[in-house]
């Protein structure tokens, strides 16, 4: 079961600030929360990941609670390409596991010119 | 520098057939992984592999082989093709390095019709 909770949309006026909420009280000590897109079906795509740390990147930022326990992703200024689902992941530990991916359902944005 | 290339892009299958779907990358990867997306949902993992001659189960794996004999290739085999295996199917690539987390990158996808 995807160990992440997110809000099935959300909607965003072109060149506002986007944030995407999401939920994973279940957090282990040593899992990244990563943030994956998916635009109109095709292969879902890398935003950025992190630990503890805020993370910023030429895409978006991350912002972690001190708790871990939920995540906030920060499209700075949404254009209509960045229009997609959103997906929210922990990913799973383990070298043996090499990391694997969990998808949940994730958020639809939606940005309006 | 293709990255993961899958093929085909489009195939109908028949009920009862079998087929293969070729999941290749250059980029020197350890893990490699199948998914499918079913309409409206997110993507489940079918199978993984963390190197050439290991592989093991995610998910859904009912219905669907895997095996990984090069670094570079994962091909997903369907034995007898069902309906409900109407999907589009996504292969992806990752580095696995010991305390480190990279990213995934993503085929474009293969979408499968069974009738």
Not at chain 1, 22 to 28: A, E, R
Not at chain 1, 62 to 78: G, W
Not at chain 2, 86 to 94: H, L, P, Q
């Amino acid at each position: 079961d995807a160990k992440t909770t997110q809000p099935p949309s959300m909607d965003c006026a072109e060149g506002r600030a986007a944030n995407l909420p999401c939920n994973h009280s279940t957090i282990s000590g040593n899992e990244y929360v990563y943030w994956y897109r998916q635009i109109h079906s095709q292969g879902p795509q890398y935003i950025i990941h992190g630990l503890k740390n805020n993370e910023t990147n030429e895409m978006a930022s991350l912002i972690i609670t001190e708790d871990r326990k939920s995540s906030t992703l920060i499209l700075p200024h949404a254009t209509l390409r960045d229009t997609a689902v959103y997906y929210c992941i922990v990913r799973v530990g383990g070298y043996n596991q090499g990391g694997k991916l969990i998808f949940g359902q994730g958020t639809e944005l939606s940005v309006k010119p | 520098n293709a990255g993961v290339t899958q093929t085909p892009k489009f195939q109908v299958l028949k009920t009862g057939q079998s087929m293969t779907l070729q999941c290749a990358q250059d980029m020197n990867h350890e893990y490699m992984s199948w998914y499918r997306q079913d309409p409206g949902m997110g993507l489940r993992l079918i199978h993984y592999s963390v190197g050439a001659g290991i592989t093991d189960q995610g998910e859904v794996p009912n219905g669907y082989n895997v095996s990984r004999s090069t670094t570079e290739d994962f091909p997903l085999r369907l034995l007898s093709a069902a309906p409900s295996q109407t999907s589009v199917y996504f292969c992806a690539s990752s580095y696995v390095r010991t305390g480190l987390n990279t990213e995934a990158f993503f085929g474009q996808g293969t979408r499968l019709t069974v009738v």
